[in-house]
């Protein structure tokens, strides 16, 4: 039980730190992605690589799993330079959806639809930290760096300009300021976090598939930013506990049928996110009113 109730936790991190990255283009960006999902398996599928191939050290895997993560996030960021809106939405999912193919047919990366098997267990600094204790720690760790990051950058002049586009970008713009490579390198900071995620993510689970990194993930990570509060530093991590914790609770419950759980979380984030909409749309963490 206390092994359970710790990789719950870690799961929980893990996705805080998803969410948290998400926020910097969806909260302070002003960049609409719905193709987070696919950064998160470049972090995963790199970082496994990392350890199966050359060593099993979850800060060097993070930090290759960070820079493919990254660099490829280049993609994502062309179309979030020409076009706005539901464009940029449709761009996204695109891209979405190529993902999934390459993580479906690159089997020598991949391992296709079988996934990659036997992730060798974490190591840190050459000391085994694979336990479920150890591992949570290496996780919350890990999520306060990327807190502190995104802290550091937008209380910084960038994050600034940042919200600045996110609010009005024409007017930003006529102030002089570089929309095209602010909107780039927030993409390159965003992706980076979740590739971290993705390692830690394909560390956690010791396998890791295409399954993981679907549209419906996309979503999930959209939703823990909307319903915990876009814009704040907290709000991602209260959804992400919310969305990962309530599905555990739900099997406790004696009259909800094991085959029924799913149904009812669903009835319960989509009544949530009505009645947030409705009396909070700024989410749980939001100022009211808005931004």
């Avoid at 990789?7 to 960049?31: E, F, K, M, P, Q």
């Avoid at 919350?140 to 994050?159: E, N, W």
């Amino acid at each position: 039980m206390i092994n359970y109730i710790l990789n719950l936790l870690t799961l929980a991190t893990i996705y805080s730190i998803a969410a948290a990255s998400l926020n910097v283009l969806v909260g302070y960006a002003g960049i609409f992605s719905i193709a987070h999902a696919i950064f998160f398996g470049l972090g995963a599928y790199a970082g496994a690589q990392f350890a199966l191939l050359i060593v099993p050290d979850v800060l060097l895997a993070s930090l290759i799993g960070a820079v493919v993560s990254g660099a490829l996030s280049l993609l994502l960021a062309l179309p979030a330079l020409r076009v706005r809106g539901e464009y940029f939405v449709a761009a996204g999912l695109g891209l979405q959806m190529v993902g999934i193919t390459i993580f479906s047919e690159a089997h020598s990366l991949t391992g296709g639809h079988g996934g990659l098997v036997g992730i060798p267990p974490a190591t840190l600094f050459g000391f085994d930290v694979s336990s479920p204790g150890a591992f949570l720690a290496v996780c919350l760790v890990a999520l306060l760096l990327s807190l502190a990051v995104i802290q550091i950058l937008m209380r910084s002049s960038f994050g600034r300009a940042l919200m600045s586009i996110r609010d009005n970008e024409s007017a930003a713009e006529s102030f002089g300021k570089n929309v095209p490579l602010l909107k780039t390198l927030a993409m390159v900071v965003g992706c980076a976090i979740v590739g971290v995620a993705g390692t830690l993510f394909a560390f956690n689970l010791a396998f890791i598939n295409v399954e993981s990194f679907t549209l419906e993930q996309s979503i999930l990570m959209l939703a823990m930013v909307v319903i915990g509060g876009v814009g704040t530093l907290s709000g991602p991590l209260i959804g992400a506990v919310f969305l990962l914790i309530l599905p555990a609770i739900l099997t406790f419950i004696p009259f909800i049928p094991p085959t029924e759980i799913g149904t009812v979380q669903q009835f319960i984030y989509g009544s949530l996110m009505a009645v947030l909409m409705i009396f909070k749309p700024s989410g749980i963490a939001g100022k009211t009113g808005g931004k």
